[in-house]
């Protein structure tokens, strides 16, 4: 009997230890990072194809298109991956939230990247414009501002049923409701912009489940304050 027992205390204990959840965290990792290639890889060969001309950023916005939805199945599935060894299933969590919010994602999604064609655009043909010098500081205030409002919407619509207009309006409720974590997100754009330079947009792509779950580490505040306060 307590041989009974003691085998029992051991299968609950199985897969608990840091180790574990270490090892299923990197698991989880590399089915999410393989699921999201798959998902964006037309779009992602096409970016790295396109030369970095103010010419192609319409081409390049297009290309992108496909990666706000597997973003979105990104954050779902890392955010309610299974902490058991025994019952890991990345790829399921990741095709079902690609199934319940690529509709939602995209209307975040495609406002935000047509705005930022039209920075992009101006800012290539700055010279051409004749505009101050300052006007070029202002746009790119803007889109560091805008890229900071979508990772919040992205993390909202993917884990929340919201429309679109509540979404847009949380996640600039957000902004400055937690600024700690809006600062990390902008040190996580950083780095982000430092891989394509001094690298390209191919290795960042490889790090996106990295740089996705760390995304969603940093959300758990504005997480945890919209479910309190506008999911009662």
């Known amino acids: 009997m307590s041989d009974v027992m003691a085998g029992d205390a051991t299968g609950r204990r199985f897969g608990s230890g840091p180790l574990s959840r270490a090892a299923a965290l990197v698991y989880s990792l590399l089915?999410?990072?393989?699921?999201?290639?798959?998902?964006?890889?037309?779009?992602?060969a096409g970016l790295v194809l396109l030369e970095r001309d103010a010419a192609n950023?319409?081409?390049?916005?297009?290309?992108?298109?496909?990666?706000?939805?597997?973003?979105?199945?990104a954050v779902y599935a890392l955010r309610r991956?299974?902490?058991?060894?025994?019952?890991?299933?990345?790829?399921?969590?990741?095709?079902?939230?690609?199934?319940?919010?690529?509709a939602g994602a995209l209307k975040i999604w495609v406002p935000w990247l047509?705005?930022?064609?039209?920075?992009?655009?101006?800012?290539?043909?700055?010279?051409?414009?004749?505009?101050?010098?300052?006007?070029?500081?202002?746009?790119?205030v803007i889109a560091v501002i805008a890229t900071l409002w979508v990772t919040n919407a992205l993390?909202?619509?993917s884990l929340f049923v919201f429309r679109a207009v509540d979404v847009a309006?949380?996640?600039?409720?957000a902004l400055g409701r937690f600024p700690g974590a809006t600062?990390?997100?902008?040190?996580?754009?950083?780095?982000?912009?430092g891989v394509v330079l001094v690298a390209s947009e191919a290795v960042l792509a490889l790090l996106a489940s990295v740089f996705t779950a760390v995304l969603g580490r940093q959300a758990r505040p504005m997480n945890t304050e919209v479910e309190e306060r506008f999911t009662q």
Do not use: H
């Not at 319409?58 to 199945?73: M, Q, R, T």
């Not at 920075?119 to 004749?130: D, K, P, R, T, Y």
């Not at 309006?169 to 409720?173: I, V």
């Open 114 to 140: 047509l705005g930022m064609t039209v920075i992009g655009v101006n800012l290539g043909n700055f010279s051409a414009a004749g505009v101050p010098g300052w006007w070029a500081v202002l746009l790119v």
């Open 183 to 193: 600062v990390a997100n902008l040190c996580l754009l950083v780095v982000a912009a």
């Open 31 to 44: 089915v999410v990072e393989l699921l999201l290639l798959l998902a964006t890889v037309p779009g992602l």
């Open 57 to 73: 950023v319409p081409l390049a916005a297009l290309c992108l298109l496909p990666l706000g939805p597997a973003l979105s199945a």
């Open 81 to 102: 991956r299974q902490r058991e060894l025994t019952d890991l299933s990345p790829a399921r969590l990741f095709w079902r939230g690609y199934r319940a919010n690529a």
């Open 155 to 157: 993390v909202i619509t």
């Open 169 to 173: 309006k949380l996640a600039a409720y």
